[in-house]
């Protein structure tokens, strides 16, 4: 079935509904307009995999990152003609949703947030530091693995990155797509984007601003 339940959770790293559901929606819509052949599905997917793509995906459940990668992928290269900017464009717009959808306090939080009132250039930097520490807390409800952290950055003054540690099961989908999510976040304040990430190594991956607040 692709989904994480119960004692389940702690052992497979997985991502929560609210989030894999437009996946599955979006697979489901390619089938019914024969964008893509099911008989085709095996090039991304494993058999087990159709189970979950015939089902209703429920918000409030757990489903495995690995199945997540595998949609992601077929969805990038059917739909988004195998360009990474389409998972971003779809990270985008998983940040609207779930702005508008009211579910998490911490967005909520971000259209009130504190760094966009402050004129003097320090105390603008501490406010936007304050702000990202609290809307990082989000990843722990969206994901069971991993650990995000909001960090002054070394290489550049006047600026923060986001670190996500323990990090090895993050798909590059996924982290495309964090783009996307942060940098529409970013868009309740500024209308353009300020992150860009890497992955220095394998278990770690840097979100960086590309400018000041």
Not at 17 to 42: I, P, S
Not at 59 to 86: C, F, M, P, Q, T
Not at 94 to 106: K, N, V
Not at 139 to 165: C, G, H, T, Y
Request: one cysteine or more; aromatic letters at 10%.
């Amino acid at each position: 079935m692709g989904v994480a339940k119960g004692a389940a959770v702690a052992a497979t790293p997985s991502i929560k509904g609210t989030v894999f559901l437009a996946l599955v929606e979006d697979v489901q819509k390619l089938l019914a307009k024969k964008a893509v052949k099911r008989e085709e599905l095996g090039r991304w997917l494993q058999p087990k995999d159709l189970s979950c793509v015939d089902s209703a995906v429920h918000a409030h459940e757990w489903y495995d990152i690995r199945l997540y990668a595998r949609l992601s992928e077929l969805l990038r290269d059917v739909e988004g003609k195998g360009r990474n900017e389409y998972l971003v464009k779809r990270g985008e717009r998983s940040a609207r949703r779930l702005i508008d959808g009211g579910l998490y306090s911490q967005l909520e939080y971000l259209q009130a947030a504190s760094f966009g009132r402050q004129s003097d250039p320090k105390e603008r930097f501490a406010a936007f530091g304050r702000d990202l520490a609290r809307t990082t807390t989000l990843s722990a409800s969206i994901l069971n693995f991993s650990k995000w952290a909001a960090k002054p950055d070394p290489a550049q003054a006047n600026r923060w990155l986001m670190e996500v540690s323990e990090a090895r099961d993050y798909p590059e989908t996924l982290a495309w797509a964090t783009l996307g999510f942060t940098n529409e976040l970013g868009r309740t304040k500024r209308k353009e984007d300020i992150w860009t990430w890497e992955r220095p190594e394998p278990a770690r991956i840097v979100f960086r601003m590309v400018r000041d607040p």
